[in-house]
């Protein structure tokens, strides 16, 4: 049995009152998160705190690297500008002007996610992105927080309140007609901030309306969540866990497959009876559990991680399913890894689990024309190159075929490199131009 756990969550307003912080931390280490935090998202819970985090091994352990922002994820430049105006002790509003600023100019918005948002008789649909033939993500406007902030995360513009950069949509109804008029798509894929968020309630409401349209091309659903690493009580004995593993049951009853895309970023979060029991509890329900993370520097950038992580998951009943590449984004500078040590991290790792781990797929950089994975680093005709290949492509005839980069040691992401053995252009590069130009419906 597991015991219950009152939510307490912690913000920039009263962490300081947090135990181990007045215990482990500096005065300079509480000033750094003032800073930076006033920046990027900070929010944590009692649960991250006293289960997660090793406060004997601050500032190294990685779920405190995970969740509390850190002096280097800002540039001197930017640290200095956020640290005056603090000084200042400017009114709110201009605060966030000079917030908002620096935030800009992290690049809020990676990879060109606002190409992707579909039109339906004339309204834009900015609740949804449609990239992916057979899927599409849909961003309920209840689920657009956290259990807690990962200080790593691309979707931190929807946290910290760049209104127009908000991708939310108040009803399911259009998402319905959507689906109905896109007979290509199978999946919808619930997504955040964080969908398990929300109460059974408000969840259902988007549930039902679905479920209900009993649409023939709906197959799968999927929930984007990060929940069992941050919350796991959602699942257990909050007081409506009950209910919410009783409407997966009914998804899965109507003959959905129902998926939980579970955050997991270290194994520590794989470890605790609360992440164990409400795993099993979810599974009881027939849904099933696929796993994934980005790499990063200070958090998983090693092998044993991720074979501790993917062997873990097997044995819980996870299917492991993604190795991302960090995007290019928010604190990028503090987290990226070389694309040519993430491979061989990939593989050290995926060479000592069994094959029922290596499901597993990637590294993957989630770029605008695709997903594109770093297959390995081969010499041809002595030039010596990055295989890669699309997992997923705006233009579903890209997936599959390998493609050459010239190799380059320090490139963190598809931006830094350059197509191999003479080429003008990577074989996608021509035709994408004329894509851009047709609306996505
Ligand atoms: C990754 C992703 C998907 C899902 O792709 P799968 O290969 O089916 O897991 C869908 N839409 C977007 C925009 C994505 O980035
Ligand atoms: S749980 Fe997901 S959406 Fe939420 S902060 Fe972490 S990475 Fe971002």
């Known amino acids: 049995m597991i015991e219950a756990r009152k939510y307490r969550v912690f913000t920039l307003r009263n962490f300081k009152k947090i135990p181990q912080v ?62 005056n105006a603090l000084k200042q002790d400017l009114p709110k509003a201009a605060l966030k002007l000079v917030a908002n600023k620096i935030r800009y100019e992290l690049n809020p918005h990676p990879a060109g996610q606002e190409h992707n948002v579909p039109v339906l008789e004339g309204t834009k649909l900015t609740g949804i992105q449609h990239k992916y033939r057979e899927t599409v993500l849909f961003f309920p406007s209840n689920s657009q927080t956290c259990h807690a902030y990962c200080t790593f995360c691309f979707r931190w513009p929807q946290f910290v309140g760049i209104d127009e950069l908000k991708f939310a949509m108040q009803e399911t109804d259009l998402l319905v007609e959507y689906l109905k008029k896109h007979r290509e798509v199978t999946d919808v894929l619930f997504t955040g901030g964080d969908p398990m968020v929300m109460s059974v309630k408000k969840f259902s409401a988007y549930i039902d309306p679905l479920l209900e349209a009993d649409i023939p091309n709906l197959k799968t659903i999927r929930i984007g969540t990060k929940a069992l690493g941050y919350w796991p009580y959602k699942f257990l004995t909050d007081k409506d866990a009950d209910e919410m593993l009783e409407l997966f049951k009914r998804i899965v009853d109507q003959g959905i497959h129902l998926t939980v895309m579970a955050h997991f970023n270290h194994p520590v979060e794989l470890r605790t009876p609360a992440v164990k ?134 490139a963190i992401w598809l931006d830094d490199l350059e197509p191999a053995l003479g080429r003008k252009q990577f074989f996608f590069e021509e035709e994408r131009i004329k894509l851009d130009e047709i609306p996505l419906n």
């Open 277 to 410: 029991a409400a795993i099993r509890r979810i599974l009881q329900t027939g849904a099933k559990i696929r796993t994934q993370s980005p790499i990063m520097k200070h958090i998983n950038d090693n092998a044993a991680a991720w074979r501790d992580m993917w062997k873990e998951q097997v044995q819980l009943g996870c299917i492991p399913y993604y190795m991302f590449v960090a995007r290019d984004t928010g604190a990028q500078d503090y987290f990226a890894v070389e694309l040519d040590r993430i491979h061989r991290i990939f593989r050290d790792a995926y060479r000592q689990v069994s094959g029922v781990a290596r499901t597993v797929r990637g590294p993957s950089m989630s770029t605008d024309p695709g997903k594109v994975q770093i297959l390995g680093v081969s010499q041809i005709h002595g030039e010596k190159v990055f295989v890669l290949r699309f997992i997923q492509g705006r233009n579903p005839n890209w997936v599959g075929q390998p493609f050459f980069a010239t190799y380059d040691p320090n």
């Open 22 to 83: 007045q215990t482990y931390l500096t005065e300079t280490d509480k000033h750094s998160i003032e800073v930076v935090g006033n920046v990027l998202p900070f929010k944590v819970n009692n649960y991250v705190i006293d289960e997660l985090i090793d406060w004997d091994n601050i500032p190294d352990d990685p779920i405190y690297q995970l969740t509390f922002p850190q002096r280097d994820m800002l540039s001197d430049a930017h640290f200095t500008e956020m640290e």
